[in-house]
Nanobody, 125 residues
Framework: QVQLVESGGGLEQTGGSLRLACAASERTFSSWSMGWFRQAPGKEREVVARISWKGADTLYTESARGRFTISRDNAKNTVYLQMNSLKPEDTAIYYC??????????????????WGQGTQVTVSS
């Protein structure tokens, strides 16, 4: 059984920053593409960012591009999401998930699994 654990969420003001972390219980995910997703109340889960297995390539949703940065430290089995210039519409539960072995940043959304439990991000106006 593999496990992903998200951390770093919390309450921030508009314009503030948060850094989320996703720790994997197994080194296996160091060779997998990874992604960050979010789900707001009453909304469908949506992709925020994806990263290739080596971390060289990234892909962002339009609303995150220019504000958020996904990165990874495979030696620590950890994926990060740096969120700057936060807006109230960023409020959601944020999840990390594993994509594919040796996957690229364009790993199809439907390929992601092994979801973490999520971390709550709340941005006040």
């Amino acid at each position: 059984q593999v496990q992903l654990v998200e951390s770093g969420g919390g309450l921030e003001q508009t314009g503030g920053s948060l850094r989320l972390a996703c720790a994997a219980s197994e080194r296996t995910f160091s060779s997998w593409s990874m992604g960050w997703f979010r789900q707001a109340p009453g909304k469908e889960r949506e992709v925020v960012a994806r990263i290739s297995w080596k971390g060289a390539d990234t892909l962002y949703t339009e609303s995150a591009r220019g504000r958020f940065t996904i990165s990874r430290d495979n030696a620590k089995n950890t994926v990060y999401l740096q969120m700057n210039s936060l807006k109230p519409e960023d409020t959601a539960i944020y999840y990390c998930a594993a994509g594919r072995p040796y996957g690229s940043a364009v790993t199809p959304i439907q390929s992601f699994g092994s979801w973490g439990q999520g971390t709550q991000v709340t941005v006040s106006s």
